[in-house]
């Protein structure tokens, strides 16, 4: 039997449960997730955007899946402390697929703004959320966004409305919480109105030692000239599974700057897909990844150019230890229309065994014909010259190799623009190319 039949098998025997804990929004939209799961399946390595992950064996196992939205004890708050020196923001969280709203932040957001569970927006906000929500994440575009649409149950809505900049930065921390090896199902509905500004930050840990899949599909709506910096941290444990799909749409003058930081998990499958769809909107993504032992970590982006005057950049570096494998794929489409487009695309990688692989593979569609676009990829290993050189003067072996990776890496954590995060990431990596496992020391369950 292949890994679809069971998630098949389930939704059918259980969709009253499903829908009895959810809204009828989300609800809405089942049937269809379910028809084009079912014809589809999940991808193989045949399928271009999936070729390097093997997608059938990460949802095999049989998971438990909390349908019946049965209360897990765990008072994040107490679990959690955010050791960011400097980072003022306004705390959040997620237990797993659920929004916790026991106790909020106290600091009073700005008139109009709204961080609340997706399910209740979708009961209390009905109309906004109808308007946007599964709108990018068509279901029969990706498998695994549709199979998210299918069991999702709650997930987490932000809403920014027009004109209003948000000062704290938004932090999410989503903790994965299980006594039995357990599958989430997780979504995210970002909008962002004409001229708004907000800064958000999603923190990934899993509080157990327990075989973890998480499934995670995030719509982000920027519309006129707005702004957003949305950063994702990944520090969860070799046993967590992790298949995140992003979705972007940008409207004028808009300018959305994406960070992806991978830390330490166990596999993870990252999928970002951008529409440049106003004249003049820019969109950055940066990406850093670090791993070792037998870990996973493919990042796969579309940047789809749709109108003139737009700028797209992309930075991904990755440094690989033992046998880990990494994978990135980016590709830039340029339509007809979208002259005097300028994009920029690098993926640079360091293997730092002989075990450690790393496929990459960059492109260009372009149909227009007034455009400045590059890409470029290199993989290669630490200069022996140059760990020559630092032991020459008194370094040894091991801290040369440190240095040189942190060095590496640098390069995409300078361009974060939260100072406080940014000298946070610099000691993380440092301690995690020193061998250790990085955990945040805020977490007291992860210790």
């Known amino acids: 039997m292949k890994s679809e039949q069971q998630y098949i098998d389930l939704f059918a025997t259980n969709r009253e449960m499903i829908d009895k804990h959810s809204a009828p929004i989300l609800n809405a939209t089942r049937n269809e997730a379910f028809r084009c799961f079912c014809e589809q399946g999940f991808p193989d390595r045949k399928v271009e955007r999936y070729k390097y992950t093997d997608v059938q064996k990460a949802f095999s196992p049989d998971y438990g899946v909390n349908l019946n939205r049965v209360e897990i004890p765990v008072d994040p708050y107490e679990a959690f402390r955010c050791d960011v020196p400097n980072l003022s923001t306004s705390l959040y969280f997620v237990v797993n697929d659920t929004f916790y709203n026991k106790s909020l932040p106290s600091a009073i957001l700005p008139e109009g703004v709204i961080i609340c569970s997706l399910k209740e927006a979708a009961q209390k906000h009905n109309r906004l959320v109808a308007s946007y929500y599964g709108q990018l994440a068509r279901p029969e575009k990706d498998a695994i966004s549709a199979l998210n649409t299918m069991f999702v149950q709650d997930g987490l809505f932000i809403y920014i409305p027009k004109g209003t900049e948000v000062e704290r930065t938004i932090q999410i921390v989503n903790i994965l919480r299980s006594d039995v090896d357990l599958m989430v199902n997780r979504r995210v509905l970002i909008i ?41 941290l990944e520090e969860t444990h070799v046993k967590n599974h992790r298949f995140s799909n992003m979705f972007v749409e940008q409207r004028r003058d808009s300018k959305v700057t994406l960070h992806s930081i991978t830390l330490h998990n166990g596999q993870t499958r990252n999928r970002t897909d951008v529409n440049l769809s106003g004249t003049g909107a820019e969109t950055n993504l940066y990406g850093c990844v670090i791993a070792d032992k037998s870990q996973h970590v493919d990042n796969n982006t579309l940047i789809d150019h749709r109108m003139s005057h737009c700028i797209s950049n992309q930075l991904y570096k990755y440094v690989l230890d033992d046998k880990a494998t990494g994978a990135f794929a980016g590709r830039i489409l340029v339509r007809k229309d ?44 630490l200069n022996e010259q140059a760990l020559f050189y630092m032991q020459q003067r008194g370094i040894s072996r091991e801290e040369a190799q440190m240095l040189l990776k942190f060095a590496f890496v640098g390069e995409v954590i300078d361009q974060i623009g939260l100072d406080a995060l940014k000298d946070r990431l610099h000691h993380l990596t440092e301690k995690r190319f020193r061998g250790e496992l990085s955990k945040c020391a805020g977490c007291k369950l992860c210790r």
Not at 198 to 220: G, K, P, S, W
């Open 192 to 232: 962002l109105e004409e001229k708004a500004q907000a800064r958000i930050l999603f923190c990934d840990h899993a509080a157990d030692d327990r075989n973890f899949l998480a499934t995670q599909v995030i719509e982000v709506y920027a519309e006129e000239d707005a702004r957003l910096e949305l950063y994702e």
């Open 338 to 381: 979208a002259q005097q487009t300028v994009s920029n695309e690098r993926n640079a990688n360091l293997c730092s065994t002989k075990e450690a692989r790393m496929f990459t593979q960059p492109m260009l569609e372009i149909y227009a014909d007034d455009v400045k676009c590059s890409h470029g990829s290199t993989v290669g290993q």
